[in-house]
């Protein structure tokens, strides 16, 4: 498995890049602001929002499929990304 963490803040950002073979990624929100998730056009008023939980959320994520993340203006969150390792 492969951690990664981003800073997400109002501008859209590419959080699990795709590949070609279907994956089951692990998204943890570290503080206590809401990060909105979805395709290359998520927006804060678009996108699944994610809030932070005890666990993190588990997202399948089909064959060449992208998952980019956003917050509301003025808010940076801590994401936290789990992805299989694809030697």
């Known amino acids: 498995m492969i951690s990664q963490n981003y ?3 109002s501008t859209r950002q590419l959080v699990v ?7 089951t990624v692990y998204l943890q929100i570290v503080g206590n602001s809401t990060v909105y998730v979805g ?12 809030e932070k939980h005890s666990s ?3 997202v ?4 060449n499929e992208e998952i980019y993340a956003v917050c509301a203006d003025g ?4 994401l936290r990304v789990l ?3 694809l030697d």
Request: no cysteine.
């Open 56 to 58: 993190p959320h588990t």
């Open 7 to 9: 800073d997400i803040t």
């Open 75 to 78: 808010v940076t969150e801590s």
């Open 39 to 50: 395709g290359s056009g998520v927006t804060s008023s678009l996108g699944v929002p994610y």
């Open 17 to 23: 890049a795709g590949e070609n073979q279907n994956r």
């Open 83 to 85: 992805t299989p390792r």
């Open 60 to 63: 399948f994520v089909p064959i």
